[in-house]
T-cell receptor
């Protein structure tokens, strides 16, 4: 089955800096890569996703890149703000409806 | 607005008791999922369902069961609660249609087994 590795487990940055979270996957058949943000006491919420026929996608301060050959994808957050502090999960999904999640990254943005 | 709700939000129980966690969605989604979240393990899939009367085991299904009698609900039952089942449980749903892959998560239930 699919295996998703996510790094780092904790990331601490100063407000205004950029943050990068990286994930690798094992199944070359995976074709959908979502990123979820989980705020304290809440369920995860989709913030951006990318499909295997696209190399990069941006939405304001967040962007995701995908390298299918190397089987890795990354989340980039620019100009970080304190409200970006949360746990971020990457996931990979193939032909089934079941995504495989990474273990999560706790992002802390210091004012 | 469509939503997905879980109840109770917090539950304390004793070892050996049967516990049922409720999940209700108004998205009219065919797919529903139960995950547990533990520190260092991320989200682990317990059970999932692709539609009414369909249920499937996930990677950590031992000690848990689900039933799907209608589209809206997927209750999770712990047959005989164990301390190892102390966790935060999340229900999620998603659309069956091709290209609509987003999972919508509930707010979670924090379960403590003493």
């Amino acid at each position: 089955g699919e295996n998703v590795e996510q790094h780092p487990s904790t990331l601490s940055v100063q407000e205004g800096d950029s943050a990068v979270i990286k994930c690798t996957y094992s199944d070359s058949a995976s074709n959908y890569f979502p990123w979820y943000k989980q705020e304290l006491g809440k369920g995860p919420q989709l913030i951006i996703d990318i499909r295997s026929n696209v190399g990069e996608k941006k939405d304001q301060r967040i962007a995701v890149t995908l390298n299918k050959t190397a089987k890795h994808f990354s989340l980039h957050i620019t100009e970080t703000q304190p409200e970006d502090s949360a746990v971020y999960f990457c996931a990979a999904k193939g032909g089934s409806y079941i995504p495989t999640f990474g273990r999560g990254t706790s992002l802390i943005v210091h004012p | 607005d469509a939503e997905i709700t879980q109840s109770p939000r917090h539950k304390i129980t004793e070892t050996g008791r049967q516990v049922t966690l409720a999940c209700h969605q108004t998205w009219n989604h065919n797919n529903m999922f139960w995950y547990r979240q533990d520190l260092g393990h991320g989200l682990r899939l317990i059970h999932y369902s692709y539609g009414v009367q369909d249920t499937n085991k996930g990677e950590v299904s031992d000690g848990y069961s689900v039933s799907r009698s209608n589209t809206e609900d997927l209750p999770l039952t712990l047959e005989s609660a164990a301390s190892s089942q102390t966790s935060v449980y999340f229900c999620a749903s998603s659309d069956l249609r091709e290209g609509l892959n987003e999972q919508f998560f509930g707010p979670g239930t924090r379960l403590t087994v003493l």
